[in-house]
């Protein structure tokens, strides 16, 4: 058996590129931002305060109702974040969702 067919971690043999307990993939963690980023970022932050006008001009007399909707919707959104949307799932006729899997060779 080649070495790269081997399986690794928990269900066979073992990689030496295999992680040890407590470690983590990404050990040197996101990387820093350059100035650039940085300064971009800062150049935006002090861009809201006219986009915000732009969007609450727009809320409070845009041209229909959807545009209007549109701008509500997003300083409502950036304030308090969206709504949660629950879902539920199930299967056929309100039952379990069936799991399997089926294989056929011709």
Known sequence: MSENSQISGKRGGKRSSS???????????????????????EACKGKTPAALAV????????????????????I?????????QPQT??????GEIPVGIRVSFK
């Open 19 to 41: 992680f040890k307990p407590g470690q983590t993939g990404n050990p040197g963690g996101r990387p820093k931002k350059t100035q650039e980023e940085l300064d971009l970022v």
């Open 55 to 74: 969007i609450e001009k727009i809320m409070t007399s845009g041209s229909n109702e959807r545009n209007q909707l549109s701008a509500a919707l997003a």
């Open 76 to 84: 409502i959104e950036r304030a308090w974040g969206k709504a949660i």
């Open 89 to 94: 799932l199930s299967g056929p006729n309100g």
